[in-house]
């Protein structure tokens, strides 16, 4: 699997050094609240896993999926929601956690959505962001990494659902696109 990754951009140990940091923030930020932390599948699964353990608050889990990008690697700008939810919003204290930003099509759709549920608030919370990609505004307010504009796999990030559980987040070598 490494022999697919052309360069390793985040190493684990930064990973994980970041991950401790934005817990420290949030729990920081939500010192008298209660979280509802909304990860968005399947990319964020890893990175939500280690944030949750990172925040000090009481926290409840729980998902969404979102269909956008397929095997690839340009965004459609259509965003459908495939799982919505179990939790009820309203009132609460949301914190979307996501794996990257790119258009922000998906999360100015989430964001939007979850809003008109009338929670108390709604944060975001990005591992990677690529502000260079922007077709929308997104507010974002807690950011992992800022990364140049490549497509990156690993650490909950796939290509074809390949690459996931890599503990690393890298740049695919172009002839990995193919096969
Ligand atoms: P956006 O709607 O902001 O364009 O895209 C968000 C989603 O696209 C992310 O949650 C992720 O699933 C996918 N995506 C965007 N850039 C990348 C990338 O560099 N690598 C991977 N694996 N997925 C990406």
């Known amino acids: ?96 956690v996501e794996d990257i930003i790119d258009s922000g099509l998906t999360l100015k759709y989430l964001y939007d959505n979850l809003q008109s549920r009338k929670p108390a608030s709604v944060r975001i919370c990005t591992l990677l962001n690529k502000p260079s990609r922007r077709k929308v505004d997104v507010p974002v307010d807690y950011n992992g990494f800022t990364i140049p504009d490549d497509f990156v796999v690993g650490y909950g990030l796939d290509y074809a659902e390949k690459y996931r559980n890599l503990p690393f987040v890298g740049v695919l070598k172009p002839e990995a696109y193919s096969s």
């Open 1 to 96: 699997m490494d022999k697919d990754i052309k360069e390793v951009l985040v190493s684990a140990e930064a990973l994980a050094a970041r991950t401790r940091e934005m817990g420290a923030a949030i729990s920081a930020d939500y010192a008298d609240k209660d979280i509802l932390m909304v990860g968005v599948l399947r990319g964020a699964v890893i990175f939500m896993a280690d944030l949750a353990r990172a925040i000090s608050r009481p926290v409840t889990i729980d998902f969404m999926a979102v269909s956008s990008y397929g095997a690839s690697t340009s965004s459609s700008g259509v965003v459908r929601i495939v799982k919505d939810l179990d939790e009820d919003v309203a009132g609460r204290h949301l914190l979307i």
